[in-house]
């Protein structure tokens, strides 16, 4: 089906260039106020900073459920697009704003409620369980202007707009950076309320870009007795999404609770690793987001090949970006770690271990992006496998086994997952265009 939507013409290559850099400046602008958040935490008190490695998980489930729904959005939408179809595109997207609500209220209360408990099991510090519930809370029961951006955010870009959400990013991201040390430290005359203070400004940063990109995003909902047919569609083509985040959430919960048999100063470790894992990840996940309406888009109107040349393109330009991390990872893992703490044993047991993490950056870059690459194409199942076998399966699994000839072996756990998860996807992808060819 030929048609005059640059997704359907425009070289990919081209595409993705002029898509990508508002993506991955609005991902940089929120890489940095994360480690400025732990930065600002870290000198505040050390107990923070590992309160911070430990609800990181429970953040990433938050963000599975928004981004899911948001992406099972994007997806429908940009497969009406591609059929011509834009008053049913426009249906979904007046779907987005009263899921996210809902959503909102129950993860919002079952937090509220689970977070002492959550905190409990993670470490046996009071003063640490004590920071995870009160930071937990706030970030959580706040969270409405995360699920409402998250959703619009994917709205604008079903339609190609990654302008508008790079500034509502970048200005939620700026607002966090400035409260957070006026918060914490109780400048200016403010309250000093430590790290409830690094939590209010995060939720503030969210509701600033959630007013952002809601001028744009806004559509009228459609008739409610659709409802049911739409949510399902959403739901269906979102839950491989959701349970890609929420299985890192899972799987970080489980490497955290192998790291506690050995030391608070592994899971901080971790922490650190996962905080600079976001600005390495940058590019990656520039692709990740970029891909999904362009493959949508083809496949719904049976161009294959385009959707193969998106895939590689991808692919070569993640790899090409991801080197920059791994070069960091083996010559200076010391200055990273030391640019959020001073603890001598985090520093050392961080040291041996970005080195091993270092490693799996590349592998790193296909077995994330083929989950991502069958989720566009409707195939949930084969993107949820991936994502089981990945987080579920390997990883703690096999931290578990490595563990117990000790924290050094641990680390091998990385590298090892990514090879063998790529192995299959590669399985996957071609066991799919054999079939797709044939029909």
């Not at 470790?269 to 976001?278: D, E, M, S």
Request: hydrophobic share 55%; aromatic share 14%; proline share 5%.
């Amino acid at each position: 089906m030929e048609t005059a939507h640059p997704f359907g013409t425009e070289k990919i290559s081209k595409i993705l260039l002029k898509m990508a850099p508002p993506v991955m400046f609005a991902q940089l602008i929120q890489a940095l106020y994360n480690i400025i958040d732990s930065l600002f935490v870290g000198r505040y008190a050390e107990t923070g900073l590992t309160a911070l490695s430990i609800i990181y998980p429970i953040q990433l489930l938050m963000i599975a459920l928004a981004v899911g729904t948001g992406v099972g959005i994007n997806t429908a939408m940009a497969s009406k697009l591609g059929l011509g179809q834009k008053e049913q595109a426009d249906a979904y997207a007046g779907t987005g704003m009263p899921i996210a609500i809902c959503l909102w209220f129950l993860f919002s209360m079952i937090c509220w409620f689970l977070m002492p408990f959550y905190g409990k099991i993670s470490t046996p510090s009071a003063a640490v369980i004590r920071d995870v519930t009160v930071y937990g809370r706030i970030v959580c029961v706040c969270s409405l202007g995360l699920f409402l951006e998250s959703v619009w955010t994917k709205v604008l870009q079903a339609n190609g707009d990654m302008k508008t959400p790079m500034f509502a990013q970048i200005a939620g991201a700026l607002t966090n950076i400035l409260l957070d040390p006026l918060l914490i430290f109780g400048m200016f005359g403010l309250p000093r309320m430590g790290i409830a203070g690094a939590a209010i400004a995060t939720v503030a940063g969210q509701c600033v870009a959630a007013m952002i990109v809601a001028k744009k995003a806004f559509h009228h909902s459609p008739p409610f007795k659709k409802y049911p047919f739409y949510v399902v569609q959403i739901f269906r083509l979102g839950i491989p999404n959701m349970l890609m985040q929420s299985a890192y959430t899972f799987y970080i919960m489980g490497l955290n609770l192998i790291l506690a048999t050995f030391s608070d100063q592994a899971v901080t470790a971790l922490g650190l690793y996962y905080k600079w894992q976001t600005f390495f990840f940058i590019p990656l996940g520039a692709m990740q987001t970029c891909i999904v309406p362009i493959v949508s888009y083809n496949y719904a109107a049976r161009n294959l090949e385009r959707c193969r040349k998106t895939l590689s393109t991808a692919i070569l330009f993640g790899l090409a970006l991801m080197a920059v991390g791994t070069i960091c990872f083996e010559l200076i893992p010391v200055q990273m770690l030391r640019v959020f703490t001073s603890d001598a044993l985090v520093i050392e047991i961080g040291r041996v271990g970005f080195r091993f993490i270092g490693i799996s950056f590349l592998p790193m870059v296909t077995s994330l992006i083929f989950p991502v690459f069958f989720q566009a194409v409707g195939h949930g199942v084969k993107s949820s496998a991936l994502t089981i076998i990945r987080t579920v399966v390997l990883f703690v699994p096999l931290g578990y086994l490595f563990a117990k000839f000790g924290l050094t072996w641990f680390w091998l756990t990385f590298p090892i997952t990514e090879v063998i998860t790529t192995l299959i996807g590669v399985g996957f992808y071609r066991r799919f265009f054999r079939k797709v060819s044939v029909k």
